[in-house]
């Protein structure tokens, strides 16, 4: 994890194009991610079934960056491609953890 990112605080990070990012599942983002894949329980099933797609996935991780300083969409979907399904659970993982235990 980079320095800034707090765990306790849902945080993690994210390489997109060589530049890391700090992921922060804020109220807003999930809101946003939640208006383009839908109901945020039913992406939780679909990742604990496997069902999980790319779109999905960069969806939800770039939602969940920056607005500021955000990379496009298709940076942060090929950063998922170049970190692998394997690699690219871990933020997802840590993202959909924060939506269902809340704020620390």
């Known amino acids: 994890m980079r320095p800034g ?7 993690t990070a994210l390489t997109v194009a060589g530049v890391s990012y700090v992921l922060r599942p804020s109220f807003e983002s999930l809101v946003l991610a939640e208006a ?3 109901s945020l329980f039913a ?6 079934a ?4 790319l779109t999905e ?3 939800l991780l770039w939602h969940c960056l920056p607005p500021e300083n955000r990379p496009d969409r298709v940076a942060v979907g ?6 692998g399904l394997i690699g690219a659970t871990q ?5 959909l953890a ?4 809340g704020e620390a």
Do not use: H
């Not at 933020?91 to 993202?95: H, K, L, S, W």
């Open 36 to 38: 383009e894949v839908g």
């Open 78 to 83: 090929q950063a998922v491609l170049a970190m």
């Open 98 to 101: 924060q939506v269902l235990k």
């Open 50 to 53: 496997g069902g999980l797609t």
């Open 43 to 48: 992406l939780v099933e679909r990742a604990a």
């Open 57 to 59: 996935m960069t969806a």
């Open 91 to 95: 933020p997802v993982r840590a993202v």
């Open 5 to 11: 990112a707090n765990s306790l605080r849902g945080e």
